[in-house]
C-alpha cells in the first residue's frame, strides 16, 4: 500500500540516508528509534510537509512525492495535535469536512459519528484549551479521520498522555486499526511499540537498522543497536491464565512451558519479557524463593559491555542470562553444561496486545 523508496534528506548535523519500507493494507507499522534518528523527518516527507532529496514516496503504486498535501490520501496527527484554539471541538472535527463541502445535516451526522468512535461527543461544546491531553489527542484523531485517509501518520501519540490513560488510548488506537485503518506510527517506547504494533522498523542515525515483525525484530536483533536500544533479549508470545487472586498469573509458551508472573491486566493474549540481569544460572538447583526453575543447556558464552551472556536452551527456548566474569569462571560455564536457570514472577514484565 505505502512503499518509501530510499528516501534521503540532508541537515546541516543531520541527514536521512535511503530509508525504506511498506506498509501493508491493514498493518499497525511501528517506526521506533531514539530521539534523533529522523523518524519524525520521515513521517512529514510522507505526509508531503518536506520533500526529500532524493527517494521516492508511493501509495497503492502511485508515485506520490511531489503530491499536493491535500490530495496524499494520508493524515497525519502532530506530536504538538495543534488543535484551532479559538474553534469548538465540534468546529475542530468539522474543518477538513467543510472544507470537502460537506454541510448542514450531513456535517453534524459525519461530526457525530467521529465523535462517538473517538469517545469524545461529551466535548463538541468545550474550548481545546480546557481539555485533559487524552481528550486533546482524541479530538486531534477525531479530525485527521475525518479526512478519510488511507493511512494514519502518528508522531508519538502517547508522549503527552499521563501513564493511566495510555492504556485507554492504546485500546482505542488498536479499534481503528482493526476496524480496517492502516496506521504508520513513530515513537521511541519499545513497550508502545509491542503493544500495537504488527510490525516495526528500527531506525538509527538516519537509517532503517532493522525492520520486519514484532516477533522477528526482538526476538532476534541483527545489530547491537538493537539488541541495546530494545533492552530485550528474552522476549516471548505467550496466552496468560485469567486473573487470580493476587494477580499471580501463569503464561503459556508455545512450547508448552509454563513461566509465572505477577499482572493486572486481564487480557490473554501478549509478550512476556525477562530482564537478563534477572536471571540466576547454577548448576544444581537450588533452594530458592524465585517462582521460576527450569533446568537446560548452555548454547552460548560472550563477552558484553558489563559481563558475560549466557544463552541457555530449556526445551528450545533460548533464554539469556547476564553473569559477571567471576561467576562465569566459578561455575565454568561452556557450550553443553547443563544448568538451571532461575527468575523471580516479579521480575517478568507482561505487555498485553
Given at each position: 500500500m505505502l512503499r518509501v523508496d530510499a528516501i534521503c534528506k540532508s541537515y546541516k548535523e543531520f541527514s536521512l540516508s535511503g530509508v525504506s519500507f511498506s506498509v501493508e493494507q491493514g498493518d499497525y507499522f511501528m517506526l521506533l528509534g531514539p530521539s534523533g534518528a529522523g523518524k519524525s523527518v520521515v513521517l512529514e516527507i510522507i505526509a508531503g510537509l518536506i520533500a526529500p532529496v532524493s527517494g521516492s514516496v508511493y501509495l497503492d503504486d502511485v508515485d506520490i512525492t511531489s503530491k499536493a498535501i491535500s490530495s496524499r490520501g494520508v493524515g497525519l496527527v502532530f506530536q504538538d495535535l495543534a488543535l484551532f484554539p479559538h474553534l469548538t471541538v465540534f468546529q475542530n472535527i468539522a474543518f477538513p469536512l467543510k472544507r470537502k463541502g460537506v454541510?448542514?445535516?450531513?456535517?453534524?451526522?459525519?461530526?457525530g459519528s467521529l465523535a462517538q468512535k473517538l469517545q469524545v461527543t461529551h466535548l463538541l461544546k468545550r474550548s481545546p484549551s480546557t481539555l485533559s491531553g487524552g481528550e486533546a489527542q482524541r479530538v486531534a484523531l477525531a479530525r485527521t479521520l475525518a479526512l478519510e485517509p488511507r493511512i494514519l501518520l502518528l508522531d508519538e501519540p502517547l508522549a503527552a498522555v499521563d501513564v493511566e490513560l495510555r492504556a485507554e488510548?492504546?485500546?482505542?488506537?488498536?479499534?481503528l486499526n482493526r476496524e480496517g485503518q492502516t496506521i504508520l506510527h513513530v515513537t521511541h517506547d519499545y513497550e508502545e511499540a509491542i503493544s500495537l504494533g504488527s510490525k516495526v522498523a528500527v531506525m538509527a542515525d538516519g537509517r532503517i537498522a532493522q525492520q520486519g515483525t514484532i516477533q522477528e525484530v526482538f526476538q532476534n536483533p541483527t545489530s547491537d543497536f538493537v539488541a541495546k536500544f530494545s533492552g530485550i533479549r528474552n522476549f516471548y508470545p505467550v496466552t496468560a491464565s485469567p486473573l487470580s487472586n493476587g494477580n499471580l498469573r501463569v503464561a503459556t509458551l508455545s512450547n508448552s512451558l509454563s513461566i509465572s508472573f505477577?499482572?493486572?491486566?486481564?487480557?490473554?493474549?501478549?509478550?512476556?519479557?525477562?530482564?537478563e540481569n534477572t536471571v540466576s544460572i547454577s548448576v544444581q538447583k537450588q533452594e530458592s524463593s524465585q517462582q521460576n526453575t527450569f533446568s537446560g543447556k548452555v548454547i552460548d558464552v560472550f563477552?558484553?559491555?558489563?559481563?558475560?551472556?549466557?544463552v541457555v536452551d530449556v526445551l528450545g527456548l533460548h533464554v539469556a542470562a547476564l553473569i559477571t566474569e567471576e561467576s562465569l569462571a566459578k561455575l565454568m560455564l561452556t557450550t553443553g553444561t547443563v544448568v538451571w536457570v532461575s527468575f523471580k514472577a516479579t521480575t517478568v514484565r507482561y505487555i498485553a496486545v
Open positions: 454541510k448542514g445535516d450531513e456535517l453534524s451526522r459525519r461530526v488510548l492504546r485500546a482505542l488506537l488498536r479499534n505477577y499482572s493486572d491486566d486481564a487480557t490473554l493474549q501478549g509478550y512476556i519479557c525477562i530482564p563477552k558484553q559491555r558489563f559481563g558475560y551472556e549466557v
